[in-house]
């Protein structure tokens, strides 16, 4: 039973947590990107698949994600309740015990994954696993509370939706599914720390190693420009492999070059006020409408292919 | 345990009842859209 225990004035009883705290607990706020790639990489995917099915492998990415972000607050209660913007969640403000949390994000996981191969194939499961298991286990548990390049390693958890798309039709996982993989997983680093250097008192409070907290702000500024260098190269990559045609290629380069102006942006700042960094957050903002974008693209270019 | 706390634990079974039994429904269509999906070649 998923309680939490509640102490009243001279007794102790337990509650069982409110429904809409379950639902929280798998983040469906952070679940829209993951959706949103794991749609364009289906969308994008040569083949046919019968609606039906499609929803139901749309839906597995998104309860995977759910359970792996539900797997993520239980093992991180304590991290989250040092942290203003994660006080709130049901785990940290006692509305949830952290074994009901468990036994939810591991059936959950289970479940995404069977209802994956059976609704699509196997190797789509496989891939969904193998992206809830990094994320919670490589990401939350290894690398995020032992070393400040954690999202760089770890952003490979966010990058699997669209190659579980695309191998949910396709069966198989060939050139562009890779190289929108390799977009996501370059696009995560400056993502995050734009975020981190305008939310860092809040990591150092928790003690999480984040960029900005071990190695400074500036080092943090070099970091976001190298890995938007990358990423760029990255997000061209389907162009010059031929993948995908000047839909795509234009969309890419424009809105690229958009975001190598606001990394620059970054680069070139040394404010440290979180309140006086407009530029950092509008790159935060963007990178968020740039993936859109970008994905959006690769999914009108095929179609307009075919 | 007072009236008012049994109340309140009374009324959240009740509502992860009710949401748990929209659930098992949704669950059911889904499974049954799936097979008839499955069984029409749709894959």
Known sequence: ?306 | MTPEEDGQIRARQKARAIVTGLLLGALVILFYAITIAKIGGGH
Request: net charge positive.
């Open chain 1, 1 to 306: 039973m998923a309680s939490s225990p509640i102490m009243s004035e001279g007794s102790a009883f337990t509650i069982p947590a409110h429904w809409r705290d379950f639902v929280a607990l798998t983040k469906p706020r952070v679940m829209t990107l993951v959706v949103f790639t794991g749609l364009c990489g289906l969308l994008a995917a040569p083949g046919h698949m019968h609606p039906v099915l499609a929803f139901t492998a749309i839906l597995c990415i998104a309860l995977g994600a759910g359970a792996a972000a539900a797997l993520n607050q239980w093992y991180e209660a304590d991290i989250d309740a040092k942290m203003k913007r994660t006080a709130n969640r049901p785990l940290p403000a006692g509305r949830m015990d952290r074994q009901s949390a468990l036994h939810f994000g591991v059936g959950l996981s289970f479940f995404s994954v069977l209802l994956m191969g059976i609704a699509a194939n196997w190797l789509a499961a496989a891939v969904l696993a193998v992206s809830i298991l990094f994320y919670v286990f490589v990401y939350t548990i290894w690398l995020k509370p032992r070393t400040a390049q954690n999202i760089v390693i770890g952003g490979a958890a966010g990058a699997f939706p669209p190659v579980i798309g695309w191998a949910a039709v396709t069966g198989d996982i060939s050139a562009l599914p890779i190289a929108l993989f390799m977009l996501i997983f370059f696009w995560t680093p400056p993502h995050f720390w734009a975020l981190a250097l305008f939310v860092k008192t809040d990591y150092a409070a928790a003690g999480i190693p984040m960029l900005p907290v071990v190695s400074g702000e500036v080092a943090t500024r070099r970091h976001i420009w190298f890995y938007t260098a990358i990423m760029a190269v990255a997000a061209m990559a389907p162009v010059l492999l031929r993948l995908t045609g000047p839909i795509y290629g234009t969309t890419a380069l424009l809105g690229t070059a958009l975001f190598a102006l606001l990394a620059f942006q970054v680069l070139r700042r040394r404010e440290s006020d979180p309140a006086r960094m407009a530029p950092e957050k509008r790159l935060f903002k963007y990178s968020i409408l740039y993936l859109f974008l970008l994905f959006g693209a690769v999914v009108v270019d095929r179609w307009v292919a075919a």
